[in-house]
């Protein structure tokens, strides 16, 4: 069976370490990059990557992984070049583009997008940022960052910077760092505060604080940057961004074996002065971004002789329901594409029952 990335949950905690395990081997020396067991993963294999919102470090790492492993890759950088512009339905994008490829990676700005891909596809499908739902594939790159530097997840205590509401990066890792038994700190602006879709799902006890308080006890400093694009107004970002801004100051309050990540591209809140601080790991962590998503495409494409990395893990989503009533978000999916049925997934609380979109997660009631 065919198995798609579209959010961080539909790894096991298992799958997930195994892939940061078989990350590093993709790295070769250089100049014989990449090792020669790897460089024919992908060969005669085909991935249609549909870049329909702006991107740098996802795209390129996705192109260059698939290159690296000897295979092929096309790449649509914006939804003009698409017939999506023609009014061609998600469906059938997926219907077509899977007859002729072996993979679709997609970032797309409805939330759930990516969701509707897979349930079309008859190939595996990535998720490479759906508006302001889920980034999971950053956040394997985020792990693996952290788990080279620090030598664990487990127990660090993870302080999460920025705009919390519409940055699709925090949303993913949150979920992960959870699962894998780290401390969640929230800091954001008002108003761009963590959403209770996430914190709902979330088992641990997530703190909020301000930067100054906890930065002296932080093991990674996760910043991200206020999400201009996604914001309601003009005035709502003026008033967002330059609310935290890592500069040297903050630094010297930071412990001498922190780390400061950065999914990138960052504006103003994170100061080129400290680029040479040995803490920050922002580029390194871009750059990290090839390793783990050949790492991913192998696997997805079940070219990994040693062991299987992915299992027939399924998550354990509860159960799923068709409701009259549609998603009230206006970014989701199903707010764009009518021929999707309202389904919710049924998640149990101690007292209650939350209905959450199964496209975007976003809650009803
Ligand atoms: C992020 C994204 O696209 O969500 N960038 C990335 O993929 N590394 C972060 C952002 O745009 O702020």
Request: a neutral charge.
């Amino acid at each position: 069976m065919k198995r798609d990335f579209v959010v961080i949950n539909d790894f096991s905690n298992l799958e997930i370490e195994r892939l940061l395990e078989l990350a590093p081997g993709m790295w070769g020396e250089r100049g014989i990059y990449p090792r020669i067991i790897y460089s024919a993963r992908a060969e005669y294999k085909e991935m249609v990557g549909l870049f329909l919102e702006s991107s740098t470090r996802t795209r390129f790492s996705f192109e260059i992984a698939m290159h690296r492993l000897g295979g092929g890759a096309s790449i649509v950088p914006d939804i003009q070049s698409t017939s999506l512009a023609k009014g061609e339905t998600l469906a059938d994008t997926a219907r077509v583009v899977s007859g002729m490829a072996d993979l679709i990676v997609i970032r797309h700005p409805w939330e759930g997008a990516a969701q509707v891909m897979a349930d079309y596809s008859s190939v595996p499908v990535i998720n490479a940022g759906d508006g302001a739902h889920q980034h999971p594939t950053q956040t394997l790159t985020d792990l693996y960052t952290i788990k080279n530097n620090k030598g664990r997840i487990e127990a660090l205590k993870v302080g999460l910077c920025g705009d919390l509401k519409y940055g699709r990066t925090v949303h993913s890792l949150a979920f992960a760092l959870d699962r894998l038994g780290a401390e969640i700190i929230c800091i954001a602006p008002t108003g761009l505060e963590m959403p209770t879709w996430v914190l709902n799902q979330v088992e641990s006890l997530v703190r909020t604080a301000q930067l100054e308080q906890v930065i002296g006890e932080l093991d990674v400093l996760y910043f991200t940057r206020v999400q201009k694009e996604r914001l309601p107004g003009k005035e709502s970002y003026e008033a967002a961004k330059g609310s935290h801004i890592l500069g040297p100051e903050l630094m010297s309050q930071a412990k001498d074996d922190s780390l400061v990540l950065h999914p990138l591209p960052r504006v103003d809140e994170v100061d080129y002065e400290i680029d040479d601080d040995p803490r920050t790991k922002y580029f390194e962590q871009s750059h990290n971004g090839v390793p783990v998503r050949m790492a991913l495409i192998a696997a997805l494409l079940d070219k990994v002789d040693k062991g299987k990395v992915l299992d027939a893990w399924k998550p354990a989503t509860g159960k799923i329901i068709i409701a009259k009533e549609r998603c009230g978000n206006p970014r989701c999916v199903t707010q764009h594409e009518q021929y999707l049925k309202s389904k919710f997934k049924v998640i149990l609380r101690s007292t209650h029952k939350i209905l959450s979109c199964y496209y975007c997660e976003q809650e009803i009631r």
